[in-house]
């Protein structure tokens, strides 16, 4: 089983700070796909990324695969209370396979 | 713009009874998923299939069975429901990431 370990567990901060979330394992994935969930819905995918050392950038969220392929981080500038949620990682194949899921970091923006 | 249909949002049912949960995609993927979360205990894989006719046991299918009734529909029977089958489950399609469903939450008393 490959798992997932996600830090910190839980985040709260005001607005305007910045974050760093981060997605660790021991083993190697083929892809990476960060998402983020909202009380009440299913978890939306926000990126994917396949490429050791990649960098990819989502208005103020910015996230990196680690160059061995086994750990990734979300970084947020400049947080909003709109990015409260629960951010999970997902490690799997490139196509269509399972992936293994993190348990995920609570993120709170106070304003 | 659906993308994966989950039925119902809301089931309580008592001890014993059954009960199976619809779940429909309009993307076209191959591959489908049932999972559950629990505080605490992230979301487990329960089913997953790889293509129409094909389903496969994920980390905790004990008391469920899946029907992959063709591309677009997957469904999650709980035969004989328990309390330990109270929780959210989630139905998602994947093609270079998931889809997920808005759940569907249920408890057992």
């Known amino acids: 089983t490959q798992l997932l370990e996600q830090s910190p567990q839980f985040l709260s901060i005001q607005e305007g700070e910045n974050l760093t979330v981060y997605c660790n394992s021991s083993?190697?994935?083929?892809?990476l796909q960060w998402y983020r969930q909202e009380p009440g819905e299913g978890p939306v995918l926000l990126v994917t990324?396949?490429?050791?050392?990649e960098v990819k950038k989502l208005k103020r969220l910015t996230f990196q695969f680690g160059d061995a392929r086994k750990d990734s981080s979300l970084h947020i500038t400049a947080a909003q209370p709109g990015d409260t949620g629960l951010y999970l990682c997902?490690?799997?194949?490139?196509?269509?396979?399972?992936?293994?899921f993190g348990d995920g970091t609570t993120l709170t923006v106070k304003p | 713009n659906a993308g994966v249909t989950q039925t119902p949002k809301f089931q309580v049912l008592k001890t014993g009874q059954s009960m199976t949960l619809q779940c429909a995609q309009d993307?076209?993927?191959?591959?489908m998923y049932w999972y559950r979360q629990d505080p605490g205990m992230g979301l487990r894989l329960i089913y997953y299939?790889?293509?129409?006719?094909?389903?496969d046991k994920g980390e905790v299918p004990n008391g469920y069975n899946v029907s992959r009734l063709n591309k677009r529909e997957f469904s999650l029977r709980l035969e004989s429901a328990a309390p330990s089958q109270t929780s959210v489950y989630f139905c998602?399609?994947?093609?270079?990431?998931?889809?997920f469903g808005s759940g569907t939450r249920l408890t057992v008393v």
């Open positions: 998602a399609s994947s093609f270079y990431g998931y889809t």
């Open positions: 083993s190697v994935f083929s892809s």
């Open positions: 990324v396949v490429t050791g050392g």
């Open positions: 997902a490690g799997g194949k490139t196509n269509a396979g399972k992936s293994t």
């Open positions: 993307m076209n993927h191959n591959s």
């Open positions: 299939s790889a293509s129409e006719g094909t389903t």
